[in-house]
């Protein structure tokens, strides 16, 4: 059987991961956009991940991370 299309929801309810990845992004002083060039993704990208849309793959979500200079575990634990 094919996996789903479309996108990957995020595991957490309420999309908690997603409010503390924005919350990082913005005392980090990253825009949506300048997030997405840091780790190489598209804005869209990132907007998937702070509405709980999308749950990266783990190297992504290490590269969100470090660029955040915070634990992977912060930010999706």
Sequence with gaps: MAPASGPVRAPEAGGAAGARIRSARK???LTQQGLATAVEVSRQTI?????????????LAIRV???????????WG
């Design 27 to 29: 005392e980090a002083g």
């Design 47 to 59: 907007i998937a991940m702070e509405t709980g849309d999308y749950a990266p793959s783990v190297y």
């Design 65 to 75: 991370a470090r660029t955040l200079h915070r634990p992977v575990e912060d930010l």
